[in-house]
C-alpha cells in the first residue's frame, strides 16, 4: 500500500468511487479494496470516529446488480455480499487482504469504489462539535500514515450529506445560516459544512436524514 494512494482517497473520498475493477475481470483481493488494509492497520481508537465503506458502481452511478466472487489461494469460492444500495455488507479482514485471494467479476464490469463516511448516527440534526471531531480524528489518521509526508498529506475539511436536501448552520444565538450545496460526481446536488469556516456554529439541520455522512476535502470544481 502506497501512502500517497491512500491520502489521495482520504482528499477526494466524497467526490468518487475508486477504479479497483474497471478494467479487469479478475484482480487481487487488496487492489478490489484499496485502501482498506492502510485503514485497518490503524488502532480502533484512531478510527473510532470514521470508517470506510465500499459500493458498487457503473458508469459512475451505484448499482444494485453487481456480482463478484473472493477466489481463496486453494481455489474456495466466497460471493461478495451487496446490499440494495451496492454496499460490501462484509468486508475482508487483515488475513484475507494478505491471503493472495483475488476478487473475480460475475456480471457486466463495474467499480468498486470506497467512501470515506462519519460514524455519527444520521439524523435531521447534527452536532458541529461532533463532526469536527471526526475531521480532526480523520486528519490525525492520515499524519501517522503520511509519516515523514505529513507535511504534503492533504487536509480534510468537510462533510458531506447526500439525500439530505437543504440544511442550515444554527448559531448558538438561534440564527441560521444556509449551507452551500456542490454537485458531487455519482452523488448530485449535496449540501455541506466545512466547521472551521463558521464561527459559532452549533447545529446542522436537515430538510432530511442523510443517507450517509461523506468526509472529504474543500470541493472542487471539475
Not at 483475488?102 to 470515506?116: K, N, R, W
Not at 509519516?147 to 442550515?168: E, H, R, S
Not at 455519482?186 to 446542522?204: N, Q, W
Amino acid at each position: 500500500m502506497r501512502r500517497r494512494h491512500l491520502l489521495a482517497l482520504l482528499a477526494v473520498a466524497a467526490a468518487a468511487p475508486g477504479e479497483a475493477l474497471a478494467a479487469a475481470q479478475t484482480v487481487p483481493i487488496d487492489k478490489a479494496f484499496p485502501f482498506l488494509s492502510a485503514y485497518l492497520a490503524l488502532a480502533p481508537a484512531e478510527r473510532s470516529r470514521f470508517y470506510l465503506t465500499y459500493r458498487a458502481y457503473r458508469d459512475k452511478h451505484p448499482i444494485a446488480d453487481g456480482r463478484a466472487t473472493i477466489i481463496a489461494p486453494g481455489g474456495a469460492r466466497t460471493p461478495v455480499a451487496f446490499d440494495r444500495t451496492g454496499v460490501v455488507t462484509r468486508l475482508p479482514n487483515v488475513a484475507e487482504l494478505k491471503s493472495g485471494a483475488t476478487v473475480e467479476i460475475d456480471s457486466a464490469p463495474f467499480q468498486i469504489g470506497p467512501e470515506l463516511r462519519c460514524a455519527m448516527p444520521c439524523a435531521t440534526r447534527l452536532d458541529v462539535g461532533q463532526l469536527s471531531l471526526a475531521l480532526v480524528q480523520v486528519n490525525l489518521a492520515v499524519a501517522k500514515i503520511a509519516g515523514a509526508f505529513a507535511f504534503v498529506a492533504p487536509k480534510l475539511t468537510a462533510a458531506y450529506f447526500p439525500d439530505a436536501g437543504a440544511a442550515v448552520a444554527v448559531m448558538a444565538d438561534g440564527r441560521a445560516t444556509a449551507l452551500p450545496v456542490f454537485v458531487v460526481p455519482t452523488v448530485g446536488p449535496v449540501s455541506y459544512i466545512e466547521p472551521a469556516t463558521i464561527a459559532g456554529a452549533r447545529t446542522v439541520q436537515l430538510a432530511k436524514a442523510p443517507s450517509r455522512i461523506l468526509l472529504g476535502g474543500h470541493p472542487k470544481k471539475t
